[in-house]
Structures are given as C-alpha cells and as structure tokens.
C-alpha cells in the first residue's frame, strides 16, 4: 500500500506542531491584556491579522439571531440576499428574513416550548431549489426538509409540526442535496432554542438570562462566497476566519459567576477543540452540562471538548474566583485532524486520482488561503474580560435532566461502515441515491448501530434526521480522543445524554442505541448522513426507510 498523503504538511510533524503553538502564543499575546487594576481600560488590543477587538453580538429582541417566541402563531422565513446588518456583523450573502409585531429579524432564533406548535411558511426568494431541515427534531418526512419535497424559486412550503424533543438548542438549515453546503456556507441557517421543565429549572436555579449571562456563540468560519474545488469536495471547505454570532476576534465583559455557554459548530467542515485559558495561558477546566440533546443527567467536569460540525456544547464556566482585570479565553487548541489518513493502494485506478486531488488539495490551499488557518490549528475564539464583582451563591443542580434510558437488551446490531472510495465518501460503500433506502428499520424496534471509521479516512459527524439516540461506547479511538474520556466504554462528557449527530474519527468505532419510536402514521424516510457538508453533497448519505 502507498500511502497517499492528501495534505502535504500533515499537521502530525512535531515540527508542524510546534508552529501551531507558536500562532497560539503570539495571538494569546495580542489580545489578552490583563489590568490587575481595572482602573483604566487596557488600550484597544488587536488578535489575528491586526484586526480589532470586537464586542460579542448576543441576540436581542429582533434584527440579526433576535429571539422569536415562535410557538405563539405563524411565521414566515424568507430565504434571500443578506438584508442590513448590525455594524461590525459578517455574515454571507444569504439569509432568512423574518417578521412579528413590526420587528424585523434576519436568521432569527426560533423560541419554542416542548409541546408547542411550529408553523413557519418557507418563501424561496433564492434563484436554487432550497428547503429548512430543522436539525435534531423529531418531525415526520413531509416537515423534515430533506430531499423532498424542495420549494422551487419564488414558491412556498409550510412546515407544521409539534415539538416533542427535548429542551436544547437545536437548529435549522436548507437541506437540498448538492446545494446544502453552499447554502448553509452563504448564510443560511438559524437557532432552534427549545425549552422544557429542565432548561426552565437551570436558568431560574442559576440566575441565567439569554444574551447575559447565557450566551449563545455561533461558531462560523467563513462569511465569503461559496466555492468547491474538487480536493476541498474531497475534505470540506474551511475558511479563513472565525465568526462568533458574525463577530471576528469577539470579547464580552463579564462578572464574577456562572456563565453558561452554548456553542453550535456551524461550520461547513470544521472540528474544534474547545478549552478555557487564563491570561497567562493556564487550563481552565469546565463543566459540559449539555449537547445536542439537551441537558446532561448531571454536569461533567472536563478540561477540552471536541466539537464536531453540527454538534452543540452546552457550557458553564466559573468566573468566581477571577481577579477583575482578569482574562478568560474560550479557544480552539490544536489537536491532529487526521485528514491525512486517506491510503490508496498502488493498483487502484483511482491512485491517480488521489494524486491528482493531492496537488489540488496543495493548490487550493495557495489559491484560497485555506491553509491559513488549517483545521486543527488553534485559534482564540471569545475573550471573556472580568470587569465587575459580584454576590453570586447558587449551586448547579446535582440533576439537571432524566434522559431515558434506551434498552437494548434485544437489540439488532447494524453495522455501517465510513470509508472512501472513487471519488466519493460512502456509507457500506454505498452512495446516496433519492429514492433508494438502504437502511430499513421496523417501526417501535430498538437498534445498535455500530458507526465503524476506517483508518485511512477521516473524522465523520455523523447525523440521523428524526430520532436521538444514545452514544454507548467508543472502541479504538485516537489518543487524542481517548485522553478525554471519563467512562470505562471511553465515552466522553459530551457523549452523555441524548445526541443527533456524533464525531466518529478514523480507525474508531461508535455504537449507538436508537429507539425508532414513530410518532406518525405510515412509513417514514429520513436520511442518515455525514455533516461535513461537502461530504453530505458528495452523497455520504444513506436513506432510511422506518415502516
Ligand atoms: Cu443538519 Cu441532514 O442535517
Ligand atoms: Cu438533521
Ligand atoms: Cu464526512
């Protein structure tokens, strides 16, 4: 076997490593200033490429991610050119319009209680077919945005459903296959923030307030114009920056107590790491208190979280004990990407195409500035500046939700396996086909599905449309991955709970429980797919039939 590497400079070398650190160092420099003081404002620091330091947007009322009680009648999301912006926002030039009462919103976040109706009218002010899957829900095919049926240009399709999931922040985003990547890539995408007795619970025990000290930070790596090469097909665009809710080198002030985080990786292709950092560069750890679905049995302390695209963080961070003048940073740490691991062997035909996609790979990261800011490559993400004292003496809850437990006692084990072949991503080597379901499943079964990644690969998000499931155990997992487990089954603290959509790295396998509990009359199809965008376009997608 020769063994091909896409990426010339693989971010294994420790050489290459060691450069990764030194980016972090001098960046950790730039911006964090600490004034043990507080009596004077530290000059204006400048991160990344001299750009200023800008102050976090949170979502307010309206305008731009503005907080929709979307149960309370119906409502209609323009998909379209980006309309006016807060200043110093950077989104793409796609987005929903939306309006209630005379306010205006532009991507809104979408505010529901479990139980409540959803109504919303897609009008497609796009010049492509598009639609809104509303990621994590459990809805049935005709609401759930995939496939079919697409809207067409100047048409309208209502979706109207219930929410029966649980409390979490969930989203939504178009769903047309071969066009979801760009669509999502130019701005298209919105929050999806469901509350039950448990959310309710947590913010009233701990004194959390949307836009204070509960801050949403949605994760983007690019506001450009979407392009695809065929080796960025092949591994997933990235870009250049990061945007937290379309701010660039974000900064908020904060105070002495509990923040609660909620981060949604919505990047294209990108995984994180997240960490927590002092000033001087110090490991802050931090408690995981939920994910995609919803709130943990009880929070886990850790001191790094992967977060693979499509996957949610629900975060507390402990700012008790910090100085004002203090400088807390949420970060992404390096970490190997393990895009590297794609093998061909010597008689293959496809070899040469591997070759090819290698110079293209190297050629597109000249050409579009991708390897500025390579996956895995560390970067500040927020800086939290600690301004103010306060009182604060409430206690995390020591249960914060009660997931139900799958049985699987008689369950029927599904192996699916992630791999690459001819110019494709595959599931069991397959390739996604419209009207084919390869996955057949019996309406009220209990099923393993054992997510096996080869070792030459790379890492998959993998997504199921319509039901949670339960992450049971990682076997083989990288070192990087392992370091961060907290069970004997090598689950991570992110892990627990209920999930939609879960990393699977090269050489690891996952089994999840599903419980295909079907709401709804008749069959249902949903797809079961990669969330690395540009490997869902690809057809790194299976559909399943539950009948
Ligand atoms: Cu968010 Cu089919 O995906
Ligand atoms: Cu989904
Ligand atoms: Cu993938």
């Given at each position: 076997m020769a063994r091909m590497l896409l990426h010339r400079a693989a971010p294994r070398s420790p050489a290459r490593r060691r450069l990764l650190q030194g980016v972090s160092g001098a960046c950790a420099l730039a911006l964090v200033r600490p004034s043990r003081s507080g009596e004077?404002?530290?000059?204006?620091?400048?991160?990344?490429?001299?750009?200023?330091?800008?102050?976090?947007?949170?979502?307010?009322?309206?305008?731009?991610?503005?907080?929709?009680?979307?149960?309370?009648?119906?409502?209609?999301?323009?998909?379209?050119?980006?309309?006016?912006?807060?200043?110093?926002?950077?989104?793409?030039?796609?987005?929903?319009?939306?309006?209630?009462?005379?306010?205006?919103?532009?991507?809104?976040?979408?505010?529901?209680?479990?139980?409540?109706?959803?109504?919303?009218?897609?009008?497609?002010?796009?010049?492509?077919a598009t639609s809104v899957h509303w990621h994590g829900l459990t809805v049935d095919t005709a609401n759930d945005g995939a496939g079919m049926p697409l809207v067409e240009p100047g048409r309208r399709y209502e979706y109207a459903f219930e929410v029966r999931n649980r409390g979490a922040l969930y989203w939504y985003?178009?769903?047309?296959?071969?066009?979801?990547?760009?669509?999502?890539?130019?701005?298209?995408?919105?929050?999806?923030?469901?509350?039950?007795?448990?959310?309710?619970?947590?913010?009233?025990?701990?004194?959390?307030?949307?836009?204070?000290?509960?801050?949403?930070?949605?994760?983007?790596?690019?506001?450009?114009?979407?392009?695809?090469t065929p080796a960025q097909a092949i591994h997933g665009v990235y870009g250049d920056a990061l945007f937290v809710n379309g701010t660039r080198c974000a900064q908020t002030d904060v105070a002495t107590r509990l923040y609660r985080l909620r981060v949604v990786?919505?990047?294209?292709?990108?995984?994180?790491?997240?960490?927590?950092?002092t000033a001087s560069g110090a490991a802050v750890p931090f408690d995981v208190i939920g994910n995609d679905g919803g709130l943990l049995p009880a929070a886990v302390r850790t001191r790094a979280a992967f977060l693979g695209t499509a996957e949610r963080l629900d975060l507390l961070v402990d700012l008790r004990d910090a100085a004002i003048g203090d400088?807390?940073?949420?970060?992404?740490?390096?970490?190997?990407?393990?895009?590297?691991?794609?093998?061909?062997?010597?008689?293959?035909?496809?070899?040469?195409?591997?070759?090819?996609?290698?110079?293209?790979v190297a050629d597109a990261h000249a050409a579009h500035g991708v390897s500025s800011w390579p996956e895995?490559?560390?970067?500040d993400i927020l800086q939290l500046r600690v301004r103010t004292r306060v009182g604060y003496d409430r206690r995390v809850p020591a249960r914060l939700s009660t997931p139900e437990a799958i049985d699987v006692a008689n369950a029927q084990e599904r192996p699916l396996r992630l791999g690459y072949k001819s110019g494709h991503w595959r599931i069991n080597d397959r390739v996604f086909a419209m009207d084919e379901t390869p996955i057949e499943v019996t309406r009220d079964s209990t099923e393993v599905w054992l997510l096996r990644n080869y070792f030459t690969s790379m890492p998959h998000a993998m997504h199921l449309h319509g039901f949670s499931f339960e992450v049971l155990e990682r076997e083989t997992s990288p070192d990087q991955v392992k370091a961060l487990a907290i069970?004997?089954?090598?689950?991570?603290?992110?892990?627990?709970?209920?999930?939609?959509?879960?990393?699977?790295?090269?050489?690891?396998?996952?089994?999840?429980?599903?419980?295909?509990?079907?709401?709804?009359?008749?069959?249902?199809?949903?797809?079961?797919?990669?969330?690395?965008?540009?490997?869902?376009?690809?057809?790194?997608?299976?559909?399943?039939?539950v009948a």
């Open positions: 004077s404002a530290p000059a204006e620091p400048v991160c990344g490429n001299g750009s200023r330091v800008q102050t976090l947007y949170q979502p307010g009322t309206s305008g731009y991610l503005g907080r929709i009680e979307a149960g309370s009648g119906a409502l209609v999301l323009r998909a379209g050119p980006t309309g006016a912006l807060p200043a110093g926002i950077e989104h793409g030039r796609l987005a929903f319009a939306s309006e209630r009462n005379g306010a205006t919103f532009v991507n809104p976040t979408l505010v529901v209680r479990r139980g409540e109706l959803l109504r919303v009218t897609l009008d497609n002010a796009l010049d492509a985003h178009p769903h047309p296959h071969g066009l979801t990547a760009g669509q999502v890539h130019d701005g298209l995408y919105g929050l999806l923030d469901v509350e039950d007795d448990d959310t309710i619970a947590l913010r009233r025990e701990l004194d959390l307030v949307p836009g204070g000290s509960e801050l949403v930070l949605v994760l983007r790596d690019s506001a450009q114009r979407y392009e695809r990786n919505a990047c294209n292709a990108r995984t994180l790491l997240l960490g927590l950092r400088a807390i940073v949420l970060e992404t740490r390096a970490f190997d990407p393990m895009h590297a691991e794609i093998a061909v062997p010597k008689d293959d035909p496809d070899a040469a195409h591997a070759h090819q996609a290698t110079e293209a895995g490559a560390p970067r069970d004997a089954r090598s689950r991570l603290p992110s892990d627990l709970g209920r999930k939609d959509t879960v990393l699977v790295w090269p050489g690891e396998s996952v089994r999840v429980a599903l419980r295909f509990a079907l709401p709804f009359a008749g069959p249902q199809t949903y797809p079961f797919h990669c969330h690395n965008l540009e490997h869902e376009d690809g057809g790194m997608m299976l559909g399943v039939r």
